[in-house]
C-alpha cells in the first residue's frame, strides 16, 4: 500500500473566484508563510539535526544516547570545565606524594577531571551509529562488514593502498593451515582492523576497545580488539 503524502498547502484553498480578492488572497498566503516555516522547515531541521544520526546535532545526539541505551557523559556532550586533562580519557590527576617516576602519570597539580571522553561531534556520531548497529547485528561477520563500510565509507570500496580501511577479521588460531580438520588454538578472537589514514583520535579507539558499552558489534564467546594499524 502507498501512502499519500500530507499536503498542508493552504494556498489550494484559493479558488479562481477567490484569485482577484487580493485580502483573501493575502490572508491565505501569510498562512501558507506561517506554515511553511513552522511546520515543513520546522520538521525539515528536525530530521537533520536530530532523527538523522549522520547529520545529528549535539541535542539529536544526547536523544539518541538516551535511545541506545549509552552514557551521554562519555561524549562530552554537556558544557564541561575538563575540556583538558591527561590520558586517553582527558583524566586530570592528584599528586600522591613519594617520588615521581613520571609526572605525566602519577603526580601534577590539577584535580577533579572527571571520567569524560572528548570526542569530535563526527566521532560521536559514528560512535552511536556503531551502536546502533550492534543493537541489529545478526551477528555475523559479513554483516558487520558491511555496515562498518556503509558507516565509513559510504558503502564504496575501501582503498587499502592508502591505508583507508575498517573492517572486522576472524583471528582465531587455527593449525594446521589448510589442513581438513584444523584444530582451534587459544581462545576465540575477532579483530577490527583499521587504516592510519582513518585519523581517528586516541579516545575514539579507547572507547571502541571497551565492551561494557558496546559501541561495536561483538561476537557471542569471542574477545574483541580494536587495532589501528
Request: hydrophobic share 40%.
Amino acid at each position: 500500500m502507498t501512502m499519500t503524502p500530507y499536503v498542508i498547502d493552504v494556498q489550494r484553498a484559493i479558488k479562481w473566484l477567490h484569485s482577484n480578492a487580493p485580502h483573501v488572497t493575502k490572508i491565505i498566503q501569510d498562512k501558507a508563510a506561517f506554515y511553511n516555516t513552522n511546520q515543513n522547515i520546522f520538521w525539515e531541521n528536525w530530521k537533520i539535526s536530530v532523527f538523522d544520526l549522520r547529520t545529528a546535532n549535539t541535542f539529536g545526539l544526547m536523544v539518541w544516547c538516551i535511545i541506545l541505551g549509552v552514557p551521554s557523559q562519555l561524549f562530552g556532550l554537556y558544557p564541561g570545565n575538563f575540556s583538558w586533562a591527561y590520558g586517553p580519557n582527558r583524566q586530570n590527576f592528584k599528586y600522591s606524594g613519594g617520588a615521581v617516576a613520571n609526572p605525566n602519570t602519577v603526580g601534577g597539580n590539577f584535580y577533579g577531571g572527571g571520567d569524560t571522553t572528548l570526542l569530535s561531534i563526527q566521532e560521536v556520531r559514528w560512535a552511536l551509529q556503531l551502536r546502533y548497529a550492534m543493537l541489529i547485528s545478526n551477528g555475523s561477520v559479513k554483516y558487520v562488514n558491511r555496515m562498518l563500510a556503509y558507516i565509513f565509507n559510504e558503502e564504496k570500496p575501501w582503498d587499502f593502498a592508502a591505508g583507508k580501511y575498517f573492517y572486522c577479521t576472524d583471528s582465531t588460531g587455527i593449525t594446521p593451515a589448510g589442513s581438513s580438520s584444523p584444530n582451534i588454538v587459544g581462545a576465540f578472537k575477532v579483530e577490527y582492523r583499521i587504516g592510519r589514514a582513518m585519523n581517528f583520535s586516541g579516545q575514539f579507539l579507547n572507547l571502541l576497545n571497551k565492551p561494557e558499552y558496546g559501541i561495536v558489534p561483538q561476537f557471542g564467546g569471542s574477545k574483541i580488539t580494536v587495532i589501528q594499524e
